[in-house]
């Protein structure tokens, strides 16, 4: 038996480690581990009200927190039996969208890309390309305005609330953004253009896609759960489907459908189950390369969703023409849930309140530990497929393609190569 140990993994949010068990030089079994201190946010929310909550779950990850909030929301309106006017909603999805252009372009350029170059960092990669550092960093900063110019802020946004938002920005403000947005959009195409010209390792990998779909746009917050088998049901329904179960490796909880399959949510999922739903000049140029079960390609379809978010959000602040801020709405005691899509996948959230609208129960379940057997599964299956290469670089490699975001602390993923153990 050999052991094999990467110290560190880094261009990966959170604390984890990968074990890879082998006989001889055949993979026999993959176990991620990821022992960061559980945090605790459901028993943390116990108690709070929904304007609390709002801000509370935002500071569950500094790269997504809109997604946390608006999860959130979704729920208690859902309770509260809210009717949010037209103008909100489309204004929280231009919102989204500017959380997608931010969290995927920090993963593609600067976690993901150097993987394609053989770089072990952007920084290696930089001094090379610096044109791809400003193509990184001009669409970031178009992401954060968006969240920014809805939000309040593009870190822990605070703008957000039961029935829409505390303020509406101001036309000048308004046009600002779209400015920032119309400077981003060319070179966003121009990165798929690149990314297309990649030669990718041919892995094809037998997986349940799951996402929001069922909806006349693609979706972000809109539709049902859908799967890529044929599934459809409603969001209300998602924990009769799902199952939360825990291993001793890991401070995550796991999860699986309720007939015991692995599944996958994220970009590579959106993109196979609504691929209909893309403009048609995107779905033309991708046309042969997505929807697709290879992992390496989830980079690319990453980049079709910067490019289709920064045209929905330029689309909606176009025609926007102004609405009262908010809709009222009286508490009540009662159960609700929501789901959205997270940039790395479906964000679930349950809420139980009562009369006084505090918090009696809460549920918060994320992509990423959705996706903890599917990156083992990966692994192994990349492991198998490509034995050409160092297996440690391959292995990173194969867990980068998720985005994985075990935290939003520093981070670092260990691999060992280990005996094999009973699971």
């Not at 959380?99 to 920090?106: M, Q, T, Y």
């Amino acid at each position: 038996m050999g052991e094999v140990r990467i110290d560190p993994l880094t261009r990966m949010e959170g604390l984890g480690r990968l074990f890879i068990h082998t006989e001889g030089e055949e993979i026999k079994d993959v176990r991620l581990e990821i022992f960061e201190p559980p945090r605790f946010f459901e028993r943390l929310l116990k108690g709070k009200k929904p304007d609390q909550v709002i801000d509370i779950v935002a500071r569950i990850c500094g790269l997504c927190p809109v997604a946390y909030q608006l999860t959130a929301v979704e729920a208690f309106e859902s309770i509260f039996e809210v009717k949010v006017p037209r103008h909100i909603r489309e204004l929280r999805r231009a919102l989204y969208c500017g959380e997608w252009v931010s969290s995927h372009s920090a993963h593609i350029f600067f976690l993901h890309l150097p993987d394609f170059y053989g770089r072990e960092s952007f920084l290696e990669l930089m001094k090379e390309k610096r044109e791809l550092l400003e193509a990184g960093l001009q669409l970031r900063k178009a992401g954060n305005s968006i969240i920014e110019l809805l939000g309040g802020r593009h870190i822990h946004p605070v703008n957000i609330r039961v029935g829409g938002f505390y303020r509406i920005p101001p036309a000048p403000r308004i046009e600002n953004t779209l400015a920032e947005i119309e400077s981003a959009l060319p070179i966003a195409e121009d990165v798929l253009d690149l990314l297309l010209g990649i030669d990718y390792p041919e892995v094809e990998k037998e997986r349940v896609f799951i996402s929001l779909g069922n909806y006349e746009k693609y979706p972000i917050t809109e539709g049902n759960i859908v799967s890529s088998e044929g599934m459809s049901i409603e969001k209300h329904e998602y924990e009769e489907h799902f199952v939360e179960y825990q291993l001793p490796r890991s401070t995550a909880l796991y999860s699986r459908l309720k007939d015991g399959r692995v599944y996958e949510v994220g970009a590579l999922a959106r993109v196979y189950n609504n691929f209909a739903r893309l403009p048609q000049d995107l779905k033309e140029k991708v046309e042969g390369t997505l929807p697709t079960r290879n992992p390496f390609k989830s980079i690319i379809a990453r980049t079709v969703e910067v490019i289709y978010a920064l045209r929905e959000a330029k689309h909606i602040l176009e025609k926007f023409e102004g609405g009262e801020s908010h809709a009222e709405y009286s508490v009540r005691e009662g159960e609700g849930v929501g789901i959205t899509e997270a940039p790395r996948g479906i964000l679930y959230h349950r809420y139980r309140v009562n009369s006084k609208g505090e918090v009696v129960f809460a549920n918060i379940v994320p992509p990423t530990s959705q996706n903890q057997r599917a990156m083992e599964e990966d692994v192994f299956l990349g492991l198998k497929t490509l034995k050409e290469g160092d297996i440690r670089v391959l292995a990173e490699r194969l867990v980068r393609n998720f985005d994985p975001c075990i935290s939003c602390a520093s981070h670092f993923l260990e691999v060992v190569r280990a005996p094999l153990r009973q699971r």
